[in-house]
């Protein structure tokens, strides 16, 4: 985030930059923090609506959609696995 953007304006900004499309409707679906031994993660998840573009691997190693029953199958971080329970135990 840089100095005076929101949160909802960065978030806008790094999707736009990272994925390389535009979103709009934003809305939290997550919070969570991690402390690590030498850093302290706070992991914002959000829903919101693709308005123009297709995501794209622009700073990604791989891009890929899954059904939620086949997130399980990946590794994940520490700081992920709580935001993963969340969305595998919806209907």
Known sequence: ?????GLYTAIEIDI????????MDITLYY???HEYASVIVHLVGITCIIIEGK?????????RWLKRESLAS????PVDIPALEKLMNEK
Do not use: H
Not at 1 to 5: E, H, I, S
Not at 55 to 63: D, G, T, V
């Open 1 to 5: 985030m840089k100095p005076g953007d």
């Open 16 to 23: 736009q930059e990272a994925l390389a499309c535009m979103i």
């Open 55 to 63: 995501p794209e691997e622009k700073e990604q190693a791989e891009l």
């Open 74 to 77: 990946l590794e994940w971080t």
């Open 31 to 33: 919070e969570y923090t």
